[in-house]
């Protein structure tokens, strides 16, 4: 079946130093690729998406490239702020059949817990 | 503006107690699913609905239940069968009509067992 792997946390990180989030993926047929973000003690918003190979998706200084040869949807933000600390979950979305439902559910990684420290 | 209300923000629930978690989209979107989140750990899917008056199982369904008898609406209720019900719940709802679409999410409802 589908599934997403993301590296585990916590990652801690100084203001203003560079980000990578990795991430990879199992699916059948096509899928698009989703990056969403979980501040404390609220619900999950959708940071990025790409829906096809070589697709990069940004938003609010992050960045994803949907790259089919590696499977991959590594998340980067070249200087990162305070603010950015939350928990950060790659998702995939594949046809029905692919993920063996009926339909587009969305398959979810565990999360990754980042901290930065002023 | 559309969006998804969950209510309330905060339940506690006695031992032995039924709780019902609500949720409320005013998207027109097809399909809706609850999630539980514990510390540290991913979304664990409980229930979903494509359609009204129509549900599935997600992978921890023992002692939960839900209805979907308006497409705005999908009540989730907590039963004395499920042993550990402290969590957070999310609700999220989706177009459902290709894959290019993700979830929009609730804020949550943090459910504590006093």
């Known amino acids: 079946g589908d599934s997403v792997t993301q590296m585990e946390g916590p990652v801690t990180l100084s203001e203003e130093a560079f980000l990578t989030i990795n991430c990879t993926y199992t699916a059948t047929g096509y899928p698009s690729l989703f990056w969403y973000v979980q501040y404390p003690g609220e619900g999950l918003q959708l940071l990025l998406k790409?829906?096809?190979?070589?697709d990069k998706g940004s938003n609010k200084g992050f960045e994803a490239t949907y790259r089919k040869e590696t499977t991959s949807f590594h998340l980067e933000k070249g200087s990162v702020q305070v603010s950015d600390s939350a928990v950060y979950f790659c998702?995939?979305?594949?046809?029905?059949?692919?993920?063996?439902?009926?339909?587009?559910?969305?398959?979810f990684g565990k999360g990754t817990l980042l901290t930065v420290n002023p | 503006d559309g969006g998804i209300t969950q209510s309330p923000k905060y339940l506690f629930r006695k031992e032995g107690q039924n709780v019902t978690l609500s949720c409320e989209q005013n998207?027109?979107?097809?399909?809706m699913y609850w999630y539980r989140q514990d510390p540290g750990q991913g979304l664990r899917l409980i229930y979903y609905s494509q359609i009204v008056n129509d549900f599935q199982k997600g992978d921890i369904a023992e002692g939960y239940s839900v209805s979907r008898e308006k497409k705005e609406s999908f009540p989730l209720t907590v039963t004395s069968a499920q042993k550990n019900p402290t969590a957070f719940y999310l609700c999220a709802s989706s177009i459902d009509r290709g894959t290019n679409y993700g979830y929009t999410f609730g804020s949550g409802t943090r459910l504590t067992v006093v």
């Open positions: 998207l027109n979107h097809d399909a």
């Open positions: 790409a829906t096809k190979a070589d």
């Open positions: 998702a995939l979305s594949a046809p029905p059949g692919g993920s063996g439902g009926s339909n587009y559910k969305l398959t």
